[in-house]
């Protein structure tokens, strides 16, 4: 279930992007014990993302964070969506969770996903409780290169 219901209610939406529907309920007793103001939207492939991204950018009423999986179902990865032309119109911060370890994502990937929040499974909720604080604590046009240097 999306926290969709009646989104003129959330200032601001989340699309989390994961095909382990096995940590759908963790993410969504997150959300809805500890994020109350943020909605949020499931996906499980970067093509259906993609689809989601565009169409709120279109429709002007873009995510405030995108948080994906590296491995996604589909021919796709997290790293194509986030590298994506939507992705960065969306101008919303972006979390890349991963089961490999998170320096090994930044040396191989480090040049592809600067502005990236890197976060590494098992996944330590309260990190990702301090993560969420600092974006929600800042100004939303803030560019996301500076605050990922500030977040990681």
């Not at 699309?15 to 963790?26: A, G, M």
């Not at 409780?129 to 604590?137: A, V, Y």
Request: aromatic share 10%.
């Amino acid at each position: 279930m999306n926290r969709t219901d009646s989104l003129e209610r959330y200032v601001k939406m989340t699309l989390i992007v994961e095909d382990d529907l096995s940590l759908r309920p963790l993410w969504e007793n997150f959300f809805n014990l500890q994020l109350t103001d943020i909605g949020y939207e499931w996906a499980v492939s970067c093509e259906e993302a993609l689809k989601m991204i565009q169409l709120r950018n279109k429709n002007k009423d873009p995510y405030f964070l995108i948080l994906s999986d590296i491995f996604l179902a589909g021919s796709k990865t997290g790293i194509d969506l986030m590298t994506s032309g939507a992705v960065a119109d969306s101008y919303a911060y972006k979390v890349l969770v991963s089961a490999t370890e998170r320096s090994e994502i930044i040396t191989k990937f480090g040049h592809m996903i600067s502005e990236v929040i890197v976060i590494s499974k098992p996944l330590d909720f309260k990190q990702i409780e301090i993560i969420f604080k600092k974006i929600l604590n800042i100004n939303y046009k803030t560019p996301c290169k500076e605050f990922v240097s500030e977040a990681t």
